[in-house]
C-alpha cells in the first residue's frame, strides 16, 4: 500500500474516506449482521481503510476497529444516520426535496441530493399584483 503524503489534498481526501470507512463498520455493528460487520473490520484493517495514526517518528498506522471505536467513543453507531440526516436537511438540495415530501438518499433526477435544486420557476413564485386597466383607471 503506498505512503500517503503529508499535506496534501489526496491525504485529506483519504482521511475522510477512511473515516466515511469507520462510520459504515460502525453503524454496520448495531445491526444484527454480525458476519458482515466482522468480514468488513477485517477486510478494512487488511486494506488501511480505517482512521489512521501517526507515531512519534512520523509513521502512519492503520488503526483496528477496536482502536478507532476507543480513539472515537464519541461516535454513537448512529452517527453516520446522524450526519446523513443533517445533510438532508441543511443542504439547499434536501431542504428543496423535503419541501417536496421527497425522503430518500437514492433519489435521482430530480430527487437527487446531489444535484442543485431548480432556479425559482415562474409557476412557483407567488403571483404578482394584477395590472391597473383601462375601466379602474
Known amino acids: 500500500m503506498a505512503d500517503r503524503a503529508s499535506g496534501t489534498a489526496e491525504q485529506v481526501d483519504d ?3 477512511d ?3 469507520f462510520l459504515i463498520l460502525h453503524y454496520l455493528s448495531s445491526t444484527p449482521c454480525e458476519g458482515a460487520t466482522a468480514a468488513f473490520a477485517r477486510e478494512a484493517l487488511e486494506h488501511g481503510l480505517l482512521p489512521r495514526r ?3 517518528f512520523g509513521q502512519s498506522h492503520v488503526l ?3 482502536q478507532c471505536t476507543n480513539r472515537f467513543a464519541h461516535v454513537e453507531p448512529g452517527h453516520l444516520l446522524q450526519l446523513l440526516e443533517r445533510v438532508v ?3 439547499p438540495a434536501g431542504r428543496h426535496l423535503t419541501e417536496r415530501g421527497v425522503s430518500t438518499l437514492l433519489g435521482a433526477g430530480p430527487d ?3 444535484l442543485a435544486p431548480p432556479a425559482a420557476s415562474p409557476l412557483a413564485s407567488p403571483p404578482s399584483a394584477p395590472a391597473a386597466t383601462a375601466a379602474t383607471a
Request: hydrophobic share 20%; no cysteine.
Open 15 to 17: 482521511g475522510m474516506r
Open 19 to 21: 473515516e466515511l470507512h
Open 54 to 56: 501517526h507515531d512519534p
Open 64 to 66: 483496528s476497529y477496536q
Open 89 to 91: 436537511g441543511e443542504t
Open 112 to 114: 437527487s441530493l446531489l
